[in-house]
């Protein structure tokens, strides 16, 4: 069983950027791939962006393209989310996600294990 603890993120102006992390643990890291999400208050958990085994392939949701960056460190089991002009509206829960079993990269019910998740609060 995998085990993943994010970390980094807090409370940002409007603008401001954040480093999210997703450190995993308990087995083989390197050869999955990993997906990050987040939930805010009263809405479903939805997809923000998804990273291959390798890092050669990402895809991300619109609301992340051009602000957000999907990067990972497989020498040190994590993987990373860049967010960078942040707006209010991007204030969740952020989750990251592995073992991924069904084919659709976008919905959480594809994965298997979760991390606790960390706050990220924009103030305007």
């Known amino acids: 069983q995998v085990q993943l603890v994010e970390s980094g993120g807090g409370l940002v102006q409007a603008g401001g950027s954040l480093k999210l992390s997703c450190a995993a643990s308990?087995?083989?890291?390197?050869?999955?791939?990993m997906g990050w999400f987040r939930q805010a208050p009263g809405k479903e958990r939805e997809f923000i962006a998804f990273i291959n085994w390798s890092g050669s392939i990402t895809y991300y949701a619109d609301s992340a393209k051009g602000r957000f960056t999907i990067s990972r460190d497989n020498a040190k089991n994590t993987v990373y989310l860049q967010v960078n002009s942040l707006k209010p509206e991007d204030t969740a829960v952020y989750y990251c996600?592995?073992?991924?079993?069904?084919?659709?990269?976008?919905?959480?019910?594809?994965?298997?294990?979760w991390g606790q998740g960390t706050q990220v609060t924009v103030s305007s």
């Open positions: 996600a592995t073992d991924m079993y069904l084919g659709d990269y976008k919905r959480p019910t594809s994965f298997r294990s």
């Open positions: 308990g087995r083989t890291f390197s050869n999955v791939a």
